[in-house]
């Protein structure tokens, strides 16, 4: 078989499943968020807040009050507000307060929190196996990336290929969305550092999860209206880092 025609088959087949994982692929951070009451805080002020649903290439938020809206006279009531992926570089940070779920979810989030601060054998394994699994699947594509430089290929044909397979990835523990000493911190207090404008704020909170575009702490103290609530807080990676580790 000819090798262009070849090469044009293997695109075609890895863009087809790639956009099929694609499109059901949510955000490791973000999808700790759906179905809770939580708040969308965005750098241009235009916040907003309600249930969350959580898709693949958008935020849905579902409001719980009325939010009317007049247009050319006629009066509607506007039930969500969705915030597409072209749009996420205008958060700042999502949170969602502990104190705005019942008696029984407060329970289950002790419970999920003495559980992210003591994982137990099986838990801390299998986090292991992911991460080994896409530390070996990157060093494949550095190898696949040496192969098709002696191929017979075009040189567009072999970046498409490539950027495919790199696209098409299972989770986001890759590449550079991978921080192994950030593991050694899972279930642990952390000082995470957010810098937006060039102003600093600094949260302490157990760092839950992370993922090539997020970063989720667990637990916060934050201050709002004068009073400390506990909030659980996922940062974009662009403007936050983890800084100290706490004793």
Not at 139 to 153: I, P, R
Not at 220 to 244: L, W
Request: charged share 25%; with cysteine.
């Amino acid at each position: 078989m000819d090798s262009f025609l070849l090469s044009i088959i293997i695109i075609s087949a890895t863009g087809v499943i790639g956009a099929f994982i694609k499109g059901r692929q949510k955000d490791r951070c973000l999808k700790y968020f759906q179905g809770l009451h939580s708040h969308i805080i965005r750098i241009d002020k235009k916040d907003c807040w309600g249930i969350f649903n959580i898709e693949s290439n958008c935020i849905e938020v579902q409001f719980t009050k009325k939010h009317p809206k007049n247009i050319n006279g006629i009066d509607y009531n506007k039930s969500n507000f969705i915030l597409y992926k072209y749009e996420f570089n205008s958060i700042s940070r999502l949170m969602h307060f502990a104190d705005q779920i019942n008696e029984v979810e407060q329970l289950q989030r002790k419970k999920d929190l003495l559980k992210l601060v003591n994982p137990n054998f099986f838990k801390r394994l299998g986090r292991k196996i992911v991460i080994f699994f896409n530390i070996v699947k990157d060093a494949l594509l550095e190898v696949a990336g040496t192969v098709m430089k002696k191929s017979k290929m075009s040189d567009s044909n072999k970046d498409k290929l490539i950027g495919s397979f790199k696209d098409n990835s299972l989770n986001n523990y890759a590449g550079e969305s991978h921080q192994p000493i950030w593991e050694n911190y899972i279930g642990k207090l952390v000082i995470l550092e957010q810098i937006i404008d060039d102003k600093k704020q600094e949260y302490v909170g157990v760092l839950k999860e992370y993922s090539a575009n997020y970063i989720l702490l667990f637990d916060v103290d934050y201050i709002t209206e004068n009073k400390t609530k506990k909030a659980d807080i996922i940062f974009p990676r662009t403007s936050a880092i983890i800084r100290h580790a706490v004793k």
